[in-house]
């Protein structure tokens, strides 16, 4: 069998990064999240050997089992995963003495407490270090409960080891919430000990933005208002809710996406250079765009914000209902399943520059993309006029980065056409790293660059609260504004003014 060929976007490449031993505790570990996504993402890093021998999962539930019984839980849920990669020969089996339960209500002591004893002998096996995570993937309502059980036992103490505590999104429903939520956990947490967690920031793509352009000398220089005529953030769902609707009739789009995803999105696209790769630098200069974003007062939300609410229509084929027809959901609701927003940044880089987020669900495909679109030239030489060169950076799906430019047709004639340069993730060879995978190993290894910080929480949500006022307090009566399968309301179209438009995707 002949030797494989060696792919030179992996020469040099090295994996090199391993946390201290450490238990990984996980509140709500019979949920959906975690059977889709955590429990493979762990077992994916413990299989890649990145989380050494000395490790345990202990997890934490409502329902009741025994070890055993979480055991062949998590084994199936590893076994019809999506998320799974190759399962090597006996790694199951492995994987399985790895795996502890405990059952018990949130709200009750007792359930802390077999936790502590768990953790006891879990870090005795380990030599006495008493590393853990605390991930808290369970309903909001829980999480400030589930912190002062575990301060009650004082298993945030640090003296004999690192202890650190992941929750999961959304991080309030409001200003004020959030802000309470902040004070109860640091009653019990210091702020270096909490990991905020939004698994867009884990996508190699959300990453890749900050490596291409600091670390390439021809994007930096044009990265401003001299050259960027706007800036588009596109987050597109087809599905609707998905048995979703006691949870989204509460949120709505703003809260389960504009508020976390897309504002972490936007900040890295407008950041400036940190002075170091390192958390406190990156994460100070995203907090630095969401102060000088230009706020959006309730009075004037109807200049600059679009919501709307998708009504029956088509969709690969298939009739779909429209949102009020979504079991559970209120028949005259005027909960928002788009948003389409204008930011405007107050700095030297960006002024004059504005930002078009936009997000929505029953659209016609499954698509994000963050879309730099850069001014026409100032003097039009050839026949037929330009387009815009864009450099748009595809998060999902297809991970890639993309230029469209513009280029002259073969023969005679000096016609131009757009032509396109593409970079797809799979050149690398390989697939790509879980989002969630990258976040839980960054959060054992103490690497918080990835995790939105106190003050970066409170300033995205600052930013949303005029919209928050606006809609929360009156009824849409031109709900639904666009049917199911389209890209939006129209209103949406108009927000970007005469001389631009959405990007097709």
């Keep these: 069998m002949p030797e494989p060929t060696p792919n030179p976007f992996r020469a040099g490449m090295r994996r090199s990064r391993a946390p201290e031993p450490a238990t990984l505790v996980i509140f709500g570990a019979t949920g959906d999240l975690s059977r889709r996504k955590l429990l493979p993402a762990v077992f994916g890093l413990w299989q890649d050997g990145l989380l050494g021998s000395a490790f345990n999962i202990v997890g934490v539930g409502r329902q009741e089992m025994t070890d055993e019984q979480f055991r062949d839980y998590a084994l199936e849920a590893l076994k019809t995963s999506k998320e799974t990669d190759a399962i090597q020969p006996g790694s199951l089996e492995k994987f399985r ?41 369970t309903p909001p309502s829980l999480f400030e409960p589930i912190s002062n059980g575990l301060g009650r036992l004082k298993l945030q103490d640090q003296s004999e080891g690192w202890r650190r505590i992941i929750i ?29 967690i939004d698994h867009y920031l884990g996508k190699e793509t959300v990453q890749n ?42 949120a709505g789009i703003l809260r389960d996406m504009l508020q ?63 949102y009020r027809e979504e079991p559970g959901v209120k028949p005259g609701s005027s909960t928002p399943t788009y948003v389409a927003v204008k930011f405007e940044i107050e700095n030297w880089r960006w002024q004059g520059v504005p930002f078009f987020i936009r997000t929505g669900k029953r659209l016609p495909k499954k698509v994000t993309e963050i879309a730099v679109v850069f001014k026409k030239p100032p003097l039009g030489l050839f026949p037929g006029g330009l387009e815009r060169n864009v450099l748009a950076f595809r998060i999902q799906p297809d991970e890639g980065v993309s230029l469209k430019f513009s280029s002259k047709t073969p023969g005679q004639e000096n016609q131009l056409r757009e032509v396109t340069m593409d970079f797809r993730y799979d050149a690398f060879g390989a697939g790509l790293e879980s989002p969630y995978s990258r976040l839980v190993l960054d959060a054992m290894l103490g690497d918080a660059t990835l995790f939105p910080r106190e003050d970066e929480v409170d300033h995205a949500w600052q930013l949303v609260t005029g919209m928050l006022e606006a809609w929360d307090g009156q009824d849409a009566p031109e709900f639904p504004n666009y049917a199911a399968g389209s890209w939006g309301p129209e209103a949406a179209d108009a927000l970007m003014g005469p001389d631009r438009r959405w990007r097709r995707l």
């Design 209 to 250: 933005l900050m490596a291409i352009r600091f670390g390439n000398a021809i994007f930096e220089p044009i990265w401003n208002r001299s050259y960027v005529d706007h800036v588009q953030i596109t987050a597109a769902e087809d599905l609707g809710l998905e048995g979703r609707a006691g949870y989204y009739e509460e």
């Design 97 to 137: 003495e790895l795996l502890y339960y405990e059952f018990g209500d949130f709200d009750k002591d007792d359930v802390y407490d077999r936790v502590g004893t768990q953790l006891d002998e879990a870090e005795n096996a380990h030599g006495g270090r008493k590393n853990a995570v605390f991930y808290l993937s």
């Design 260 to 322: 976390n995803h897309l504002m972490q999105l936007f900040t890295l696209v407008a950041m400036e250079p940190p002075v170091a790769f390192d958390e406190g630098a990156i994460r100070d200069e995203k907090v630095k765009v969401l102060r000088a974003v230009k706020p959006i007062p309730r009075e004037k939300v109807a200049h600059s914000a679009v919501r709307g609410q998708y009504g029956p229509g088509t969709l690969a084929g298939e009739r779909v209902p429209g």
């Design 168 to 196: 999961e999104k959304p991080f309030g429903t409001t200003l004020e919430t959030a802000r309470h939520l902040n004070d109860a956990i640091h009653g019990v947490w210091d702020e270096s000990q909490v990991y905020r």
